[in-house]
């Protein structure tokens, strides 16, 4: 466990006796594959607890909250915080048929409007499924708001009456920064936003 103030040095860390193999100075490759594991392993369970807690928050934050903008609002905030990798945590709204237009989002100025057929927001309205891009640049047709994005992950939002109305999208300046835990954890966010998306529907897009 790390004790503030204790860190006296790249030793500290785990016991150079371990790390190096004794007799050339190298690590040998077994104890690589132990130790990459053991960061991955570290790794997913912090994403875990990431969510975990960005869940309990929106839970507690949104309860009684039947306004979509306050909503989407809320959730941008609380995961822009919370996902260390996030560039641009925001919302694109259904407003018209096969048109989506920027909602409330955290980050750099975000493009106003994307038809379905441009994309990653696009695909993941076009398909209704959730788009999980590792390397932007490989996409095609996906839109550069901001030049720094290497990859990206969309969402798709769902009216209670099961029509599309938005779609959650957040990028990042690390290449392929999302994966299943990131999917699955934003599903639920999506899942929980559900059940704020009904009082004002009207007045929040007209598709
Ligand atoms: N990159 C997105 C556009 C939205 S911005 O990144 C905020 C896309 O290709 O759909």
Known sequence: MFVPGSHSGPETTAGSGDRLSESSGYLDSSRIAVMNATVNEES???KHEIYREALREI????????????AMSTCAC???????????????????PRLLRV???????????IPFDRGVCGAAA???????????????????????????????????????V????????????????????LERVA??????????????YSA
């Not at 609380?78 to 018209?96: D, E, K, M, P």
């Not at 909602?103 to 409007?113: F, H, K, M, R, S």
């Not at 899942?191 to 929040?204: H, I, K």
């Open 78 to 96: 609380i995961l822009h915080q919370r996902l260390s990798a996030a560039s641009w945590t925001g919302f694109y709204r259904v407003v018209a």
């Open 103 to 113: 909602g409330p989002y955290q980050g750099p100025l975000g493009c106003l409007e």
């Open 191 to 204: 899942e929980r936003l559900r059940a704020s998306l009904g009082g004002e529907r009207a007045a929040f």
């Open 166 to 185: 938005a779609v959650l999208d957040i990028d990042s300046h690390q290449p392929a920064a999302f994966d299943d835990i990131d999917r699955e954890g």
């Open 44 to 46: 997913t369970t912090a």
């Open 126 to 164: 076009r398909e209704r499924a959730p788009q999980v891009v590792a390397d932007v640049h490989q996409f095609p047709g996906h839109i550069a708001c901001d030049e720094g994005a290497r990859s990206e992950i969309v969402i798709p939002i769902f009216h209670p009456d099961g029509d599309l």
């Open 59 to 70: 839970d507690a934050v949104l309860e009684g909250v039947d306004d979509p903008i306050t």
